[in-house]
C-alpha cells in the first residue's frame, strides 16, 4: 500500500519543486515535553472552553444565530467579529489534526451548523452585512467582508486538513465561490481594506486544485497599491498599503498586521506561479521591517495611531503598541520565506518573535492576554479588569481575559495548535531542524527524537529513531546569535558550517545519536545608533531570550526609571527553579540607583553645568521578557542606560 499522505499544516504549496525546503505535516512533528508541549495542552484544556466561553458572551456566535433565524437586532461587538468565530475554529481543527477530542468535534460540528444556518443563498457570510447594518460590497475599506470570509477558508482548509472532513470547507468554499462570482475575471477592481483572502484563497487552492481561488488571489495583489480604495477619511492609503503597487514597494507601510498579512500572501502567489518581482519586493519589505522597524523583543508596529508602522527606527520602548496579531503575521511571512529560500535568517525571526513577544502575549495560565505589548512600563498600571472586554488600545497593568476586538487571542490559539509543523523542514538532501522544541520528527528519511531544555539549555541532543537506506544530510540552524556551534556524532565531532546551518551529511544508523552545542552566556545587546530611543542604553538576552527587569524582582529602594547598568561588570546567571510556576534562569547585573534629587524642578541644563547627581550600587535581576505581568500590575523595561 502506498503510504499515507502527511496532515498538511497552515502552507502547504503544491509548486515544491519552486521550493528550497518543505514544511512537514502536523502528524510528522508531534511536541513532547517542554514549555511549548505543556502549551499545547493548556490550548486545549483551558483556551479553547475560556475563548468559546466569551464567543456566548461578547455576543459573536449569536449574531450569526439572529441571521440564520431571521432575526433583526444591533450587532453585538465588533462589525468583523465573525472571523473571531472562524479563527477559533482554525485553532480547533488544527488542534483535532493533533489529536482527536470528541469535545472539539462536538464544538466545531455545533459552530459549523450556525455558519451554515447564517449563510446566504449565494454563499455569502457576514452577520453584520446580513442584518443590514452595511451594504453588500459598498465599503470595503472598513468592512472586513473579505477579511471575514478569508478567516472561514483558512478554517475549512484546516478542519479540511485536521479531520478529514468536508462540513465546514463546503460553508467555506460556498464563500469562496461567492467572492470569485463577485470580483474573479476582473469584474470589480477593487479589494478589501484588510488583506488575509490572498493566503486564503491559495491556500485553498492548493486544497482543492482550483485555479480560479489562486486567480483571483493574484487578482487582488494586482489591483492593491493603486488607490483603489475609498477610505472615507479613515486613515490614508498608505494605511491601507493601497498607494504604491505591491512589486514597486520598498518597505512595510501603514497598519502593521494588513502588511504582513498582504506579504504572506503574496509569497504564497510567488510560490505557486513562480513570478520572481513579488518574491524580490517579500524580501525587501522583510529586510525592512526586521532591520528598521523590528524592537528587541520581536514586537512590530510602533505607533497607537493606526495600529501601524512609524518611520525607520521610530521604536520607542515606552509607547510602542506591538499588537501580538502583527508579530505573528510577521512569523507568518518568515516562515514562507524560509520555504521559499531556505535561508536560515528567516528562521532566526521566526524565533526571535516566538520566545519573546508571543510568548509573552499570554498568561502562564494560557487564559488572559496582551493585545499590545510594552517593552518599557514607567508606572505600575492597574490590573486589567475582570468579566469586562477592554478596548483594544488600553493598556492595562496585566494581561485582559478577553477584548472588544478579540483578534489576538484566537490568532495565539492557532499558532500554538498548528505550532508541530513549524519545527522542521526536509529537502531532496535530508531534515532540516529551525525550532530546536522537544518533539518527534518524522520525515522521508527517517525519524528524530528531539529532546532539549531549550531555550534554557544550549544543549539538543537528536537521535535517529529510523533511517532510510542511503545517506542523508541533517542539518541544524546556528541561531544569529550564537558566536560558536558545535556537535558530535556518538561523541565525535562532526559537522561543517554552511549559511546559517551546521550540516552532517552520512549514512546514518537507527540509535546514532547527536549534540549540538548552542553556547549561551548572557550578554547585553545594543540598539542601532539611529534609534533614539534607547541610544545609550543595553539590553540583556540569554539565547534566544531577551530580558527585562521588572519590579517584583529589585530591591524595595529601587525605581527602574532611575537605573544604570555598569557594563565593565559581568552578568551572572542563576537557575530558580520555582520562579513564575515552571522555574527559569536569572540574570544578574550590577548597576547604579541615581538620586537625580539635585536637577530640583529643572528639566534640562547647560552643558558642563549639569547638577551632580548621587547613586548607590545595586544588584538588578533580569527576567525572561515572556513571563513578566505575571505577578500583578510593575514596572519594567528591556533597555537600560549605561555607565562605566
Request: proline share 7%; glycine share 10%; net charge negative.
Amino acid at each position: 500500500m502506498p503510504p499515507t499522505p502527511p496532515i498538511a499544516g497552515p502552507v502547504w504549496p503544491l509548486a515544491t519543486a519552486r521550493l528550497a525546503v518543505r514544511p512537514l505535516g502536523l502528524d510528522q512533528v508531534g511536541l513532547t515535553t517542554g514549555f511549548w508541549a505543556r502549551w499545547q495542552r493548556q490550548n486545549r484544556d483551558a483556551t479553547v472552553p475560556h475563548a468559546l466561553g466569551w464567543l456566548e458572551r461578547d455576543g459573536s456566535v449569536d449574531n450569526l444565530r439572529r441571521v440564520a433565524a431571521g432575526e433583526s437586532g444591533p450587532h453585538q461587538g465588533m462589525w468583523f467579529s465573525d472571523s473571531d468565530v472562524h479563527k477559533v475554529l482554525e485553532a480547533l481543527s488544527w488542534d483535532l489534526g493533533r489529536e482527536p477530542s470528541a469535545d472539539l468535534s462536538a464544538a466545531v460540528a455545533e459552530l459549523t451548523g450556525v455558519l451554515r444556518g447564517a449563510q446566504g443563498a449565494d454563499g455569502y457570510l457576514n452577520s453584520y452585512v446580513q442584518a443590514g447594518h452595511e451594504v453588500r460590497w459598498d465599503n470595503l475599506a472598513m468592512s472586513h467582508e473579505l477579511y471575514c470570509i478569508g478567516h472561514l477558508i483558512q478554517a475549512g482548509v484546516a478542519h479540511r486538513r485536521g479531520t478529514g472532513r468536508d462540513d465546514l470547507l463546503t460553508v467555506a468554499r460556498r464563500a469562496a465561490d461567492c467572492v470569485v462570482a463577485e470580483f474573479g475575471g476582473q469584474r470589480r477592481k477593487d479589494t478589501d481594506g484588510h488583506p488575509v483572502i490572498e493566503m486564503a484563497l491559495v491556500e485553498l487552492y492548493r486544497e482543492t486544485g482550483v485555479p480560479a481561488y489562486l486567480d483571483l488571489a493574484r487578482q487582488l495583489i494586482d489591483v492593491r497599491g493603486r488607490r483603489v480604495l475609498d477610505p472615507k477619511g479613515h486613515f490614508d492609503s498608505v494605511y491601507y498599503q493601497d498607494a504604491t503597487p505591491v512589486r514597486e514597494q520598498t518597505t512595510v507601510v501603514g497598519h502593521a498586521v494588513r502588511a504582513l498579512y498582504l506579504l504572506s500572501g503574496v509569497v504564497d502567489v510567488y510560490t505557486e506561479t513562480g513570478e520572481a518581482a513579488l518574491l524580490d519586493s517579500a524580501v525587501r519589505q522583510w529586510e525592512s521591517l526586521v532591520a528598521t522597524k523590528t524592537y528587541l523583543n520581536g514586537a512590530v508596529g510602533s505607533r497607537f495611531d493606526g495600529e501601524s508602522f512609524g518611520d525607520e527606527y521610530e521604536l520607542p520602548p515606552d509607547l510602542v503598541y506591538g499588537e501580538t496579531c502583527a508579530t505573528i503575521a510577521g512569523m507568518m511571512l518568515s516562515w514562507r520565506l524560509l520555504l521559499a529560500t531556505g535561508q536560515s535568517r528567516f528562521a532566526d525571526h521566526f524565533e526571535r518573535a516566538l520566545f519573546n513577544l508571543f510568548a509573552g502575549s499570554t498568561s502562564i495560565r494560557r487564559t488572559a492576554f496582551f493585545y499590545n505589548n510594552p517593552a518599557q512600563r514607567r508606572v505600575a498600571r492597574p490590573a486589567a479588569p475582570t468579566g469586562t472586554r477592554p478596548r483594544r488600545a488600553d493598556a492595562p497593568g496585566t494581561r485582559p481575559e478577553w477584548f472588544e476586538c478579540a483578534c489576538c487571542p484566537p490568532n495565539i490559539m492557532r499558532t500554538i495548535a498548528s505550532l508541530g509543523g513549524y519545527v522542521a523542514t526536509e529537502s531532496d538532501a535530508g531534515v532540516q531542524v529551525q525550532q530546536y522544541i522537544p518533539a518527534t520528527i518524522r520525515t522521508a528519511c527517517g525519524a528524530l527524537d528531539l529532546a532539549t531544555g531549550y531555550p534554557l539549555d544550549g544543549a539538543v541532543a537528536l537521535t535517529v529513531a529510523e533511517t532510510v537506506a542511503r545517506p542523508w544530510t541533517l542539518a541544524l540552524r546556528v541561531p544569529d546569535w550564537c558566536a560558536r556551534a558545535g556537535a558530535t556524532v556518538n561523541g565525535t565531532p562532526a559537522g561543517t558550517q554552511a549559511e546559517g546551518y551546521l550540516e552532517i551529511g552520512r549514512q546514518w544508523s537507527a540509535g546514532d545519536r547527536v549534540v549540538l552545542t548552542l553556547p549561551m552566556p548572557a550578554r547585553l545587546t545594543v540598539p542601532h545608533p539611529a534609534v533614539d530611543a534607547v541610544r545609550g542604553s543595553v539590553a540583556v538576552e540569554r539565547g534566544p531570550l531577551v530580558y527585562c527587569f521588572e519590579s517584583p524582582d529589585q530591591p524595595d529602594d529601587v525605581d527602574l526609571n532611575h537605573v544604570e547598568l555598569i557594563v565593565t561588570e559581568p552578568l551572572t546567571e542563576e537557575h530558580r527553579p520555582d520562579l513564575l510556576g515552571d522555574g527559569t534562569v536569572v540574570v544578574c547585573a550590577q548597576g547604579v540607583v541615581r538620586d537625580d534629587s539635585a536637577w530640583g524642578a529643572t528639566g534640562w541644563a547647560t552643558l558642563g553645568a549639569e547638577p551632580v547627581t548621587a547613586g548607590h550600587r545595586v544588584e538588578l535581576t533580569a527576567i525572561p521578557y515572556h513571563l513578566w505581568a505575571n505577578r500583578g500590575p510593575s514596572v519594567m523595561r528591556i533597555f537600560i542606560p549605561t555607565v562605566r
